[in-house]
């Protein structure tokens, strides 16, 4: 599903966020991204959106070869790739629904194939009854909730998460992974970039480790149910 081939990623200025990366993901597997901050984590989900391109080497999602894509095929990418961010990114001036609909209506579906989308989304991550309160009005662990709704909303087959638990406590934080372990059940290939390692060894998931833009290991460890 998702594949690195020897990318690299240099900034502007010299520095080189990502060093000869390599790895693969295979199509439903839910696996963890760990690494220092600065390591290059949000750099390597980056490139997967297409918000950055690589400096040196080849990455692949979906058997595409992102490489060759043109800046005009970049929305119909996004389209695929749904991403959880840990400050929500939600819009207070919008109810719960709208900001669900909101990949929707850029992307042209009609308001009852949108009403659909959204409402199916929104049960799936328990938020159905909340869909006309204002983001403000609810929970970190319910706003956090309302961002996956939207992340997942255009039926993704990649799921990222960038921090997705950093705001949130213990309890919270586990309602929320196994969210993402719903989505993987049902096909949705997840990765999650976290510096929360005792949350990832409950999980017992693959982890994925970056050390100063290097893929310094490729943990599996055994899954605790």
Known sequence: MVRFDQVSKRYAGGKEALSGV?????RGELAFLTGHSGAGKSTLLKLMM???????????????????LRQG?????????GVVFQNHQLLFDRPV????????????????DCARRVRAALDSVG????????????????????GIARAVVNKPS?????????????????????????????????????????LIERMGKRRLILDHGQ???????????
């Open 50 to 68: 297409l918000m950055e391109r690589p400096s040196r080497g080849q990455v692949f999602v979906d058997g595409q070869n992102l490489n060759r």
């Open 215 to 225: 893929m310094g290991g490729d943990l599996h460890v055994g899954n605790a149910g």
């Open 127 to 146: 938020l159905l009854h909340l869909e006309q309160r204002n983001p403000i009005e609810l929970s970190g662990g319910e706003q956090q909730r309302v």
């Open 97 to 112: 629904y709208d900001n669900v609909a909101l990949p929707l209506q850029i992307a042209g579906y009609s308001p009852l």
């Open 73 to 81: 095929q970049v929305p119909y990418h996004r389209r695929k790739v």
């Open 158 to 198: 990649l799921l990222l998460a960038d921090e997705p638990t950093g705001n949130l406590d213990p309890e919270l934080s586990a309602e929320i992974m196994n969210l993402f372990v719903r989505f993987q059940q049902v096909g949705v290939t997840v990765l999650i970039a976290t510096h929360d390692i005792a």
């Open 22 to 26: 390599s790895f693969e993901l295979d």
